[in-house]
């Protein structure tokens, strides 16, 4: 079974731009999760839609903004690009929200700005 | 606010030198605790949910262990196909934001031959 993907795999933005990112969940999976990761740390949250709604933000500013299509497929957009955007951006989805079931996580698309 | 904190930053072993990563945490109650293995240019990839002080997993060479402050992911006999960053990540019971996995920076572990 296909599992998590995510397109593009590499983007490269100069500041001021916007960016769209995309991700298709592992069939049957309703909840999908944005993670943003810097070279060295850990991901940082930064959405959780279920069943087309947003269900958890984390600490980003509205520069940020999510959607989830019938599909359960989901797009990442960022607006106004600013140096510090430039980091691996990954998507996980899991069968349901607010359940400890693990997220499972596509290989992220890595974005450069210039 | 939930925190986790993952120790050593970096840990160098011959193989079939065993050790353990350590993860604390602090978290409004536990709904889990996750361990993720990645490789350079990869997603994170799942290894164990830990749910409960005392519960124990296993898989090959790798066993997660949870106390009510850390969890341990020990590596026996680890061969260089084992290294890897091992991240640890919690998800708190209730609040607003249902699915958030909190996650430490990670243990960066290389196996020499």
């Known amino acids: 079974d296909a599992g998590v993907t995510q397109s593009p795999t590499h983007l490269i933005k100069t500041r001021g731009q916007h960016v769209t990112l995309r991700c298709s969940p592992i069939?049957?999976?309703?909840?999908v999760s944005w993670y943003q990761q810097v070279l060295g740390q850990g991901p940082q949250f930064i959405f959780q839609y279920y069943e087309k709604e947003e269900r958890g933000r984390g600490n980003f500013p509205d520069r940020f903004s999510a959607r989830q299509f019938p599909n359960y497929s989901s797009e990442l957009n960022v607006n106004a690009l600013l140096l510090g955007d430039s980091a691996l951006y990954l998507c996980a989805s899991s069968s349901m929200t607010g359940s400890n079931q693990p997220q499972h996580f596509g290989d992220g698309t890595r974005l450069s700005i210039l | 606010e939930d925190q986790v904190t993952q120790s050593p930053e970096a840990l160098r072993l011959q193989e079939g030198e065993s050790s353990s990563l350590n993860c604390s945490y602090t978290?409004?109650?536990?709904?889990?605790l996750f361990w993720y293995r990645q490789d350079p240019g990869k997603g994170p990839e799942f290894l164990f949910t830990l749910y409960s002080a005392g519960e124990e997993k296993e898989k090959e060479r790798l066993k997660a262990t949870l106390t009510k402050k850390e969890s341990f992911l020990h590596i026996t006999a680890p061969k260089p196909e084992d290294s890897a960053t091992y991240l640890c990540?919690?998800?708190?019971?209730?609040?607003?934001?249902?699915?958030?996995?909190?996650f430490g920076q990670g243990t960066i572990l290389t196996v020499h031959p």
């Open positions: 990540a919690v998800q708190a019971a209730g609040g607003t934001s249902y699915g958030k996995l909190t």
């Open positions: 069939s049957g999976h309703k909840s």
């Open positions: 978290v409004s109650g536990l709904r889990g």
